[in-house]
């Protein structure tokens, strides 16, 4: 009589943390195919992954498509969705996120194992949550860098750095995933997600403004090329500023020269006195941090903050 057959011993179950296995070519769809949407999948396509379909109904995507992905295919939203088995990169609005991905889990466009990962810097994972009610896995990849939505943004990808916030088993993948975009993770935890994109918005957006109002003043005093005024000056400011820190900071606010910031306000009043509330709010601030870093004596700040918190601003 033959032995009994020894009952094959069960798999033991995947541990909540151990990493995900995905394949090295990875079937990726576009949602949102817009300026940050259309240059990542440009990206994963020269990376060998296959970028299967993408979404995006304005006449300025279409163009965009046809630029940075001439082979993909434009479908709705939920065929891309269905046709991303691998990774669904969900590029819309930050305002625009949770209907989205709450219309294509409610259509069961989205799969259980799928990825699905959005661009957002504000939010984090708990905007994916219907896309994880159904299986799906929820990861958000958000670049650090302005998009333009031409050729030119790929080469900018090299070495930027991405605010990954992603699951314990999903961390490999998403490391892998930067990597194949030439960058690097910064891991963001998900409370911690709209500070993150404050500081950024901070600094990149609000550098624009900045900029732009220097140069329309340089253009009241008369200067034809203010571009060409401010380029040296502002690159090695930043440059000394990323480098330095609040030891950079030169200027009349960090001397304390009190006279001469009370000529800018009266001039800045007369001339555009919409410029008078955010220099004085910059003003305020770079007095605080000069003190901080020990470049200002509190002393010496004195007659400065007088003339900074003297001046009354119209609503």
Do not use: C
């Not at 003043?217 to 380029?231: F, I, N, Q, S, Y």
């Not at 004085?280 to 470049?295: E, H, I, M, P, S």
């Amino acid at each position: 009589m033959s032995a009994p057959l020894r009952p094959r011993p069960a798999t033991p179950p995947r541990a909540a943390d151990a990493p995900l296995v995905f394949p090295r070519t990875l079937t990726v769809g576009v949602l949102g195919a817009g300026r940050v949407g259309a240059v990542l999948g440009a990206a994963l396509a020269a990376a060998g992954h296959r970028v299967v379909a993408a979404a995006g109904a304005s006449g300025a995507t279409r163009a965009r498509m046809a630029l940075l992905l001439p082979q993909t295919p434009t479908r709705s939203a939920a065929e891309v969705a269905r046709a991303a088995t691998d990774l669904l990169i969900v590029a819309v609005p930050d305002d625009a996120l949770a209907g989205v991905v709450a219309d294509l889990a409610e259509a069961g466009a989205l799969r259980p194992g799928q990825v699905v990962a959005h661009t957002s810097g504000a939010h984090g994972l708990a905007v994916l949550a219907p896309a994880a009610a159904v299986g799906a896995r929820p990861l958000a990849l958000h670049p650090a860098m302005t998009f333009t939505g031409t050729p030119d943004d790929l080469g900018r990808l090299t070495g930027i750095s991405y605010g990954v916030t992603a699951p314990a088993e999903l961390r490999a993948f998403a490391a892998r995933l930067v990597t194949d975009l030439g960058g690097v993770p910064e891991w963001v935890a998900e409370g911690d997600r709209p500070l993150y994109h404050a500081a950024l918005a901070h600094g990149a957006n609000h550098l624009v403004t900045l900029v732009n109002e220097a140069a329309d003043r340089l253009r009241d005093a008369g200067v034809d090329r203010p571009e060409k005024v401010l380029a040296p000056l502002l690159r090695a400011a930043l440059e000394n500023a990323l480098r330095l820190g609040d030891d950079a900071l030169t200027g009349p606010v960090s001397r304390g020269d009190a006279g001469t910031v009370r000529r800018h306000l009266d001039r800045l009043a007369a001339t555009a006195p919409e410029s008078v509330r955010p220099y004085l709010a910059l003003a305020r601030r770079t007095a605080d941090r000069a003190v901080a870093a020990g470049r200002l004596r509190p002393a010496d700040a004195e007659p400065l903050l007088d003339v900074l918190n003297g001046i009354e601003v119209a609503a």
